[in-house]
């Protein structure tokens, strides 16, 4: 997986109906990490050196196996030969893994302005690739046609470059980083609230399988999505109206957290929301990137956060942390693999 590419989309898992009971497995493998028998779906660990796509838990559809992958370590800092040139603000040994060939304190620096270039993650900080060419990005406010052309920390929005996640709810949009919410509905920031029928539900938004769960948008009122109440993992009947917990008002605070406005790389990897990438491009603290991964590996594997039905090798897995608890101010530290916090944040 491209370190700088971190979100995926997940691969269909909980259902809807026939559900089925997620279990912790017992022992490690290098064979199926993720293992369907009958009405069982069991999750077990990787041996050393073997690595697990646990994305298949966070979503809705149906279930099949998993294996284990080998796991190569590519940025072994001058241990290994780089397979690919490695853009601005990456981890480099000598000039000649970079594009620029430039290989300062071992991250690479890019193009300068009016050189030549191919993309924008080639040109050093404050610049972006228009016709070939590395040219200073634009302050905020100014007039943009893609987020490119913005500063780190910004995004295109109603043709001006705007501070990610600042318009609050029920403001104009056409980018959703651009929102408090990093969330738009017919170009609206939104947030979601969620209904069974005409009943508000409350976290964790508890329903019986075969329920319809409405997804409103807490603006205009709207419904966004209807779907069915998603198996547990423990309980054939009572499952989870989860599937758009990212989006509730809660992670507003999150969002705003997040605000950064320096990078120490160029082009999409000034302007990402994943954490991964903002901490190595140095944009957030390691405590930042810690407290979203914790919080985020709950909301992306929302139901069997919620049942429990892997509360005793959530945390060993590194799928998520089950004792972690989201406040403005953070104590501690978990360390999550960058492999298990796959998810849709887009």
Not at 147 to 170: H, P, R, V, Y
Not at 257 to 285: K, P, R
Request: aromatic share 12%; glycine share 8%.
């Amino acid at each position: 997986m491209n370190l700088f590419t971190f979100l995926l989309h997940l691969i269909s898992a909980i259902t809807t109906d026939n559900c089925k009971t997620i279990q912790c497995g017992p022992g490690i493998t290098s064979d199926n990490c993720i293992e369907v028998i009958d009405d069982t779906v069991s999750v077990y660990g990787c041996k050393a050196g073997y690595i697990c796509d646990y994305s298949i838990l966070g979503d809705v559809g149906p279930w099949q196996n998993i294996s284990c992958t080998q796991s190569y370590n590519f940025v072994n800092k001058c241990g290994n030969i780089y397979e690919n040139k490695q853009l601005t603000g990456m981890p480099c040994c000598k000039d000649s893994d970079c594009y620029s060939n430039k290989c300062n304190s071992n991250a690479c620096k890019g193009y300068n302005v009016n050189e030549e270039c191919d993309i924008s993650e080639q040109c050093d900080l404050d610049l972006w690739c228009n016709k070939k060419k590395c040219t200073s990005v634009k302050d905020t406010n100014l007039d943009c046609s893609i987020e490119e052309q913005c500063k780190a920390g910004t995004t295109c929005s109603n043709g001006k470059c705007i501070k990610m996640f600042s318009l609050d709810i029920g403001s104009k949009a056409t980018s959703a980083k651009a929102c408090m919410s990093n969330f738009i509905a017919n170009d609206i920031c939104e947030n979601i609230e969620i209904y069974s029928g005409s009943r508000k539900l409350e976290k964790p938004y508890i329903c019986s399988i075969d329920d319809d769960c409405v997804y409103k948008l807490s603006y205009s009122g709207d419904v966004y999505m209807t779907n069915k109440c998603v198996c547990s993992g423990v309980n054939k009947t009572i499952g989870y109206c989860g599937e758009y917990a990212k989006y509730l008002p809660d992670v507003n605070d999150m969002w705003s957290e997040m605000q950064y406005t320096n990078s120490n790389c160029a082009g999409s990897m000034a302007h990402s929301i994943d954490q991964q990438v903002l901490y190595s491009c140095g944009s957030i603290s390691y405590s930042l990137f810690m407290k979203f991964t914790r919080y985020y590996g709950q909301l992306a594997y929302f139901n069997i956060f919620n049942s429990e039905a892997l509360k005793y090798c959530g945390m060993e897995l590194q799928i998520f942390d089950p004792s972690y608890e989201f406040a403005l101010e953070i104590s501690g530290s978990w360390l999550i693999g960058l492999g298990s916090v796959l998810g849709l944040w887009i």
